[in-house]
């Protein structure tokens, strides 16, 4: 039987994650992970380029709530390997050596770098080299298939750059991975302004742009139902605003059918009836992913285990290609010689 694939995927625990993050990715991570072979990890090394999070105790929190969020979500132990980056040193063990291979002037044309240096002050160098590790926790895992929101596009590509330039200069040693989008879904927009995506940067200082996933049924209507549209009334699916056709989609998404169905039904109905729909729907799949996420959260123990066996899985699979790099590279020191004593240098 022909092994199986591989999927690798990441998320930040840089706060609780949105409906954005659950449409376009963790849906994506659950419904792929009976078929592929699956690993999920928490990045909490990326989250420390967040200057929001480097406060220990916040992030410490974050972990947690993000371990909870997933497995609430359906991201199965019995399938998946689910682990906390940081507690896997090769990570940033071979994001240093591809860091070495790896042209500045790749690094500082990443949207993402641009967009964030241009906001904070002073730049750290780990936001710069931010895709060298993400490049680094897809190769270990020999990853076929990365599924990812449409904004890590760019990274993922930048990641097959960093392989190829790799066996461009010490040999074949990696896989070189694909992106796989949630179709129509991998971009969800903000609730308060659908020009810009969902993001938890902006939900932290917009109180009406996302929907985090343990938020209140009423807190929920509020922010759908104030969802900016345009000036219209009527869905017309021949003529559809951004806020309104980022409306149908989370719909469509979240009860599996197609967008033309969607579209049927709301034709010539108010924005209100669809927003009504919307919010209701959202409500029914996130009420079991919040009663789980409370239980799971009553049991830190619990959790910690997950993620401590998580870990262990992931340490073996990533310590391979490390050492296959590390030869690759020159740096497999040979053993020393029977009967070598280092004594002998004191
Ligand atoms: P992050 O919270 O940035 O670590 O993102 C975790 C995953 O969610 C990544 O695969 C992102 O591409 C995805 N994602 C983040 N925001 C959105 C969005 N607004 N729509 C769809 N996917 C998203
Ligand atoms: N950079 C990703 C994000 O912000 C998170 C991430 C870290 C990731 N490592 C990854 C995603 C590896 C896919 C594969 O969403």
């Known amino acids: 039987m022909a092994a199986r694939r591989r999927i690798f995927s990441g998320v930040q625990p840089t706060g609780v994650p949105h409906l954005g993050n659950y449409l376009g990715a963790i849906s994506l991570w659950v419904a792929m992970q009976a078929e592929y072979e699956a690993v999920f990890c928490i990045a909490d090394l990326h989250a420390l380029t967040t200057p929001d999070t480097v406060n220990p105790a916040h992030l410490r929190t974050a972990v947690r709530d993000t371990a909870a969020i997933l497995l609430a979500s359906g991201v199965d132990p019995a399938h998946a390997i689910l682990f906390v980056q940081s507690r896997v040193p090769a990570h940033a063990e071979l994001a240093w050596l591809l860091g070495t291979v790896t042209p500045v002037g790749w690094l500082e044309r990443m949207i993402q770098f641009k967009t964030r240096s241009a906001e904070g002050d002073s730049v750290g160098a780990g936001l710069l080299a931010y895709p060298v590790l993400q490049a680094a926790d897809i190769l270990l895992y020999r990853t076929d298939v990365v599924p990812v929101g449409e904004d890590q596009r760019q990274h993922i590509e930048l990641t097959r750059d960093i392989a190829r330039r790799f066996h461009g200069l010490f040999g074949e040693v990696f896989t070189l991975p694909e992106a796989l989008y949630r179709s129509g879904g991998a971009r969800i927009m903000g609730l308060d302004d659908p020009g810009t995506k969902m993001s938890k940067s902006a939900g932290r200082h ?125 740096l497999d020191a040979p053993p020393p010689p029977p009967g070598a004593r280092l004594s002998a240098i004191a």
Request: proline share 4%.
């Open 206 to 330: 917009r109180a009406r742009h996302a929907i985090g996933l343990v938020d209140s049924p009423d807190s929920i209507r509020d922010v759908i139902m104030h969802a900016v549209t345009d000036g219209g009334r009527e869905v017309r699916a021949d003529d559809l605003s951004p806020g309104v056709a980022n409306l149908v989609t989370i719909y469509q998404l979240l009860t599996s059918r197609s967008r033309g169905e969607v579209l049927a039904e709301f034709e010539g109905k108010g924005y209100a009836m669809l927003k009504a729909s919307v919010a209701e729907a959202v409500i029914s799949t996130l009420d079991p992913i919040q009663q789980r996420y409370r239980e799971l959260s009553a049991e830190p123990e619990a959790l910690d285990a997950i993620l401590d066996s998580g870990a262990e899985r992931a340490r073996p699979l990533a310590g391979a290609t490390l050492e296959r790099v590390k030869r690759a590279m020159g």
